[in-house]
């Protein structure tokens, strides 16, 4: 049974960063595809960033692109979002997402989650 377990979010002021740590265990994940998604009060859950566990290619919300790096430690069964540059508008929980056969941005077809972590940024 997949689990993923998110931390690292906290309150932050504009500018700042903060990394986000996804653990990841109950399969071998080298062919899932895993992913950063956030979901702002109000508002749909959105794409962030997404990598296959082998590693390359990367991809990255255009809101994102330039400040956000997704990374991932197959030793240690874990994925990353190194933030940078924060803004008030990147303020929502954050949830890391794995899943064996879809490798693309819709939330909806992604089958394994996390409970996600929360992320404030201040003005």
């Known amino acids: 049974q997949v689990q993923l377990v998110e931390s690292g979010g906290g309150l932050v002021q504009a500018g700042g960063s903060l990394r986000l740590s996804c653990a990841a265990s109950?399969?071998?994940?080298?062919?899932?595809?895993m992913g950063w998604f956030r979901q702002a009060p109000g508002k749909e859950r959105e794409f962030v960033a997404r990598i296959r566990w082998s590693g390359e290619p990367t991809y990255y919300a255009d809101s994102v692109k330039g400040r956000f790096t997704i990374s991932r430690d197959s030793a240690k069964n874990a994925l990353y979002l190194q933030m940078n540059s924060l803004k008030p508008e990147d303020t929502a929980v954050y949830y890391c997402?794995?899943?064996?056969?879809?490798?693309?941005?819709?939330?909806?077809?992604?089958?394994?989650w996390g409970q996600g972590t929360q992320v404030t940024v201040s003005s």
């Open positions: 109950g399969r071998t994940f080298s062919n899932y595809a």
């Open positions: 997402a794995a899943d064996r056969f879809y490798y693309g941005n819709d939330y909806q077809k992604y089958d394994y």
